[in-house]
């Protein structure tokens, strides 16, 4: 299960950082390629960012790079989405996303790609 949290409403400019949490005694967390992906109303989900098991390596959307981070501690089972810069466009509802396979395996952008899901952090960005 992943849970994902820290959503809220920010100021044009300002930062957010969300985290998601997995849980389960049969998910193993340092063994899944984390990824967030945000649906803004009326728009399609779009990919934001993903992470391969080690945390060495990423995948950013383009428009997302220089303002978003993502980062994992193993040992808490969570993974950080860290957003600067926010724009009233980043405004949506911020899912977590997690799959077993290794990173060089998936097209990460693609929300198929995930066989795991969270329930999403309504992010808010008042301009």
């Known amino acids: 299960q992943l849970q994902a949290s820290g959503g809220g409403l920010v100021q044009f400019g300002g930062s957010l950082r969300l985290s998601c949490t997995a849980s389960?005694?049969?998910?193993?967390?340092?063994?899944?390629?984390m990824g967030w992906f945000r649906q803004a109303p009326g728009k399609e989900r779009e990919f934001v960012v993903a992470?391969?098991?080690?945390?060495?390596?990423?995948s950013y959307a383009d428009s997302m790079k220089g303002r978003f981070t993502i980062s994992r501690d193993n040992a808490k089972n969570t993974v950080y989405l860290l957003m600067n810069s926010l724009k009233p466009e980043d405004t949506a509802v911020y899912y977590c996303?997690?799959?077993?396979?290794?990173?060089?395996?998936?097209?990460?952008?693609?929300?198929?790609?995930?066989?795991?899901w969270g329930q999403g952090t309504q992010v808010t960005v008042s301009s």
């Open positions: 996303a997690a799959d077993p396979r290794s990173f060089f395996e998936g097209r990460w952008y693609r929300g198929l790609a995930y066989a795991y």
């Open positions: 992470l391969s098991r080690s945390g060495g390596t990423t």
């Open positions: 389960g005694r049969t998910f193993t967390f340092s063994r899944h390629v």
